[in-house]
């Protein structure tokens, strides 16, 4: 009886738990707010996002070139992902002293590792500037449109700039419908502090990856510097720490189910108002074509990145990138299949079609006119995806590509100083081959260019396939076929020499370096697409630029009295609602949260995903968790999960209980969701984070850094 009870408990439970769909716009909580506080938010709208007051989004960061990260002490502490901090990590790293692999932790702030390159940027404020930009836009269309936004854009940020004391942006939110003015201040000295070891940060690789149950402890720390001023400036031993208007305590309380939970962060990409003939193209087109290219790609690295420790870390940090994605496509379509995404956009297109025959008459072509841009590009679409991930694949390709400016300069017939100058800047560009492996870049090269030639329909192949690959190296085996070419590629290229190449990459010169084998199959691919087959991709852009425009308009008015959030853009963020378990299929049912226990299940020794260090299994042996513990479980709670509606971009982000304290690092996404960023499925969509906890037993215990929990502030 008992059971039954609790069984019915637990039905009920699920079906009357909303999952909480939503990215909001910082200033838009306040339409949310009694529901958040419903939820269990203690705090009022102004100490989230305030513009005149110190509030959280003042402790909130956009974290290099596309994550999050927070501030955790009042001397410019900060947390994010370990996977957003891994090309920082890898870069400060060398096979001697190998951090990415080991681990690092800086014992006072003389150790802590500057990492140039690396910046973090913080929102001052958000402003509506829909008016202003509409009022300029006029009825541009199109293609026109871009060109106008720019102009306006430029003008708006030039003014919001105050010189350069800020940076800031003009995004367009659902689709051109609104404007908003985002105004950043950017700092620069950003410095490593403490990172676990791989095998901890990125424990599980790429098989438990987007996949909960999850046991990784995702995180690395850097700290914030600025001048005496506490204003941004370049690296300087001078330099101070930081000092945040704002920064988050840290819970050592940990969670349980229905507790309420917020996360604030930079979300990259959604496209939630995506139609079924969008649906239609990533399941058929987009998707299969992006996997299987990066399936081949994946391998090559693999084996070569096997075979010499040095490579290895010279390309974890690329590998890490593709292999992320490389999966995420894979789940993307399952689930797109699985949870019969097309048949749900169907459902709602047929509304919207009742909705405009009744309301909105000049809406009612909408539809259609997607259904044939999507018709119209169909042919093209994957020699777009191929010429992304197939041609651009190499470093030598990539770079030879720069050449086209000296091509068109000589076309230009412009001055033998205009040539030379342009030359010394491709010199400077060699930097692209810093840690390039010859073997790996010439066997991704014959492998992927294969696959170009193959996959793309012949009527659209570039000219050099025949004059130059088949003519000069052809053969009944293809492989073989692009095996030699890449063998002849790669021997005969000046550009892999860079001495070789500065003796020829002069005025004089210069008709040479344009027959150099590398340039001309680089050029030519290129030119074959960019005069035939990117123009309909443009023309595809500005269809769904109109289209979107439209649609997405046509919503906002067809939803007037709902609450209706904009996709994500990388702007801030505000995903609230709660620590929740799920049911992923019949009869499996997954609780909230892992424990160290679930570490050690998956321990294999010498393995590269799930190896640990000695030192970690002995802790754990010895179940040795301190006051890491939670106090009801007597158990090291690793990961626990909540219905945040998150994406990536939002990897770093602080997951933040009703009181505004920090109880973990959000670092990615569930399996049975993978189809979360075109449909948000309340069911199954959750949040996978880092328990605090877990974190700071890691900072403690492995890393020996106490000294930095004694920075933060710890609530009980
Ligand atoms: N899936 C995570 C995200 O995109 C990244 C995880 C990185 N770990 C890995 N094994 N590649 O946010």
Same mark, same amino acid.
């Given at each position: ?346 459902? !709602?297109?047929? @509304?919207?079609?009742?909705? #405009? ?6 809406? $009612? &072509?909408?539809?259609? /006119? %997607? ?91 570039? !000219?050099?396939? @025949?004059?130059?690959?088949? #003519? ?6 293809? $492989? &073989?076929?692009?095996? /030699? %070419? ?231």
């Amino acid at each position: 009886m008992k059971k039954l009870v609790l069984f019915f408990l637990t039905v009920w439970a699920f079906q009357s738990a909303k999952a909480d769909e939503g990215m909001w716009l910082p200033m838009m909580i306040s339409q949310n707010y009694e529901e958040m506080q419903r939820l269990g938010l203690k705090l009022t709208p102004e100490q989230i996002y305030s513009i005149n007051r110190n509030s959280m989004k003042d402790a909130i960061v956009h974290f290099g070139s596309g994550c999050t990260g927070e501030m955790i002490s009042p001397k410019g502490l900060l947390m994010t992902n370990h996977h957003c901090g891994y090309g920082s990590i890898a870069a400060v790293s060398t096979v001697d002293k190998n951090y990415l692999m080991n681990g690092f932790m800086a014992h006072t702030m003389d150790e802590e590792i500057p990492c140039p390159g690396l910046s973090v940027r913080f929102l001052i404020r958000i402003e509506d500037v829909t008016k202003e930009v509409n009022d300029f836009l006029g009825d541009a269309y199109g293609k026109e449109v871009e060109k106008k936004q720019e102009e306006i854009f430029k003008k708006i940020t030039t003014a919001a700039n105050e010189g350069k004391t800020y940076e800031s942006d003009v995004k367009s939110f659902y689709a051109g419908n609104r404007y908003y003015l985002l105004v950043y201040q950017r700092f620069t000295d950003v410095r490593l502090v403490a990172t676990p070891p791989e095998n901890l940060g990125k424990f599980g690789g790429d098989t438990d990856n987007w996949m909960w149950p999850r046991h990784t402890c995702d995180f690395s720390m850097f700290r914030v510097y600025s001048d005496n001023d506490n204003k941004p400036a370049a690296f300087s031993k001078n330099n101070r720490p930081f000092i945040p208007k704002h920064y988050l305590p840290v819970s050592m309380k940990g969670v349980k189910e229905n507790d309420y939970a917020m996360i604030m962060g930079y979300p990259g990409r959604t496209t939630r108002y995506m139609t079924s003939y969008g649906v239609d193209q990533a399941i058929n087109i987009n998707n299969p074509t992006t996997v299987s290219v990066r399936d081949k790609r994946l391998a090559i690295m693999r084996e070569e990145m096997e075979k010499d420790p040095a490579v290895d870390l010279a390309y974890a940090s690329s590998y890490a990138q593709i292999a992320n994605y490389w999966k995420y496509f894979i789940g993307q379509t399952e689930q797109l299949k699985r949870l019969n995404i097309i048949g749900e956009k169907e459902k !709602e297109e047929e @509304a919207f079609q009742e909705w #405009a025959k009744e309301n909105a008459r000049e809406y $009612k &072509k909408v539809l259609k /006119d %997607y259904q044939k841009a999507y018709a119209a590009y169909q042919p093209y679409a994957k020699h777009a995806v191929l010429y992304r991930e197939a041609f651009l694949a190499s470093t030598l390709t990539k770079y030879a590509l720069g050449f086209d400016a000296l091509q068109k300069a000589m076309k230009a017939n412009v001055s033998s100083d205009s040539l030379n100058v342009i030359c010394k800047k491709l010199l400077k560009n060699r930097k692209s081959f810093d840690g390039f492996n010859l073997t790996l870049d010439k066997r991704v090269f014959a492998a992927l260019n294969q696959m170009y030639y193959e996959e793309v329909s012949k009527s659209q192949h570039p !000219e050099i396939f @025949a004059s130059d690959v088949f #003519a000069n190296h052809g053969n009944a085996d293809w $492989k &073989k076929t692009f095996e /030699d %070419y890449a063998e002849y590629v790669y021997s005969n290229t000046l550009l892999l020499d860079s001495a070789a190449l500065a003796a020829r990459c002069n005025a004089d010169s210069v008709q040479v370096l344009m027959n150099d084998p590398a340039i001309r199959y680089a050029l030519n691919v290129m030119q074959n697409y960019m005069d035939n087959y990117d123009p309909k991709a443009k023309e595809f852009g500005y269809d769904m630029f109109e289209l979107n425009r439209a649609y997405q308009g046509a919503l906002l008015e067809k939803n007037k009295n709902k609450k209706m959030y904009p996709d994500a853009n990388s702007t801030m963020r505000v995903t609230y609602g709660k620590v929740l378990p799920y049911a992923p299929k019949d009869a499996v049912f997954f609780n909230y949260y892992s424990t160290a226990d679930g570490l050690m299940e998956k321990y294999k020794p010498g393995d590269k995903e799930f190896d640990l260090q000695a030192k970690i299994v002995d802790l754990l042996k010895r179940k040795d968790y301190g006051d890491y513990a939670d106090k009801n479980l007597g158990n090291l709670v690793t990961c626990f999960i909540t219905n945040n509606d998150i994406t990536g971009g939002n990897s770093g982000s602080p997951v933040i209980n009703g009181d505004g304290e920090l109880i973990g690092a959000a670092f990615d996404g569930n399996w049975e969701a993978m189809s979360g960023d075109i449909a948000f499925d309340t069911r199954y969509k959750r949040t996978i984070v880092a328990d605090v906890r877990y974190i700071l037993w890691v900072v403690d215990r492995v890393l020996d850094g106490r000294m930095l929990l004694e920075e933060m502030s710890l609530r009980n």
